[in-house]
Antibody, heavy 121, light 116 residues
Framework: EVQLVQSGAEVKKPGESLRISCKGF????????INWVRQMPGKGLEWMGR????????NYNPSFEGHVTISADKSVNTVFLQWSSLKTSDTAMYYC??????????????WGQGTLVTVSS | QPVLTQPPSASASLGASVTLPCTLS???????VDWYQQRPGKGPRFVMR????????SKGDGIPDRFSVLGSGLNRSLTIKNIQREDESDYHC?????????????FGGGTKLTVL
């Protein structure tokens, strides 16, 4: 069974750093992009960026580039999203989602359960 | 970059039908759009893709036949027939542009469907 399992909820203070993770199970991890999607409280979905775990090639949404860093460790089938200095406006649910490479059917076909990040002083 | 426009809310009675629109911005009539369902407190799940000619590829796992799509001009709508309680969800449309080196994903604002 294909699964994306995300790390647990986090509560942080403004200015702190954070890394959350998304681990893939049940498929060839290197043949799918992993996308990160933000959902602020009561709001819609926002695409943040994606990474190819096989070579760590990354596409960023310009709105997020420079504030977050996406990385991967293909040896443990895991992708990361990290912040060096959190803001209260980073409070949101973050989802990872799988996207097949070099395929016509390249929608986001499997999603993680989400990681809730709360940033408050 | 295309823009996807969705109404913030919609409602329908149990057993009725509802069409949820997703409108592409001008000049993007050849674009395909993906629909995602997000039940309360849950993560999104893929419903189906729609292009100018209708459904593209297959539906997502477990999506019932009551769900269908229509692509016409700039409109990429999702229709749900014989609405059930479990259809009460947020529905998001999504698209992307660019090649591997310039890929950008985007979502519409989402429509909250209430089942009366």
């Amino acid at each position: 069974e294909v699964q994306l399992v995300q790390s647990g909820a986090e509560v942080k203070k403004p200015g702190e750093s954070l890394r959350i993770s998304c681990k893939g199970f049940g498929y060839n991890f290197g043949t799918y992009w992993i996308n990160w999607v933000r959902q602020m409280p009561g709001k819609g979905l926002e695409w943040m960026g994606r990474i190819d775990p096989s070579d760590s090639y990354i596409n960023y949404n310009p709105s997020f580039e420079g504030h977050v860093t996406i990385s991967a460790d293909k040896s443990v089938n895991t992708v990361f999203l990290q912040w060096s200095s959190l803001k209260t406006s980073d409070t949101a649910m973050y989802y990872c989602a799988r996207q097949e490479e070099y395929a016509e059917d390249d929608w986001f076909d499997s999603w993680g359960q989400g990681t809730l990040v709360t940033v408050s002083s | 970059q295309p823009v996807l426009t969705q109404p913030p809310s919609a409602s329908a009675s149990l057993g009725a039908s509802v069409t949820l629109p997703c409108t592409l911005s001008s000049g993007y009539s050849d674009y395909e759009v993906d629909w995602y369902q997000q039940r309360p407190g849950k993560g999104p799940r893929f419903v189906m893709r729609v292009g100018p000619g209708g459904i593209v590829g297959s539906k997502g796992d477990g999506i019932p036949d009551r769900f269908s799509v229509l692509g016409s001009g700039l409109n990429r709508s999702l229709t749900i027939k014989n609405i059930q309680r479990e259809d009460e969800s947020d529905y998001h449309c999504a698209a992307d542009r660019g090649s591997v080196s310039s890929f950008q994903g985007l979502f519409g604002g989402g429509t909250k469907l209430t089942v009366l």
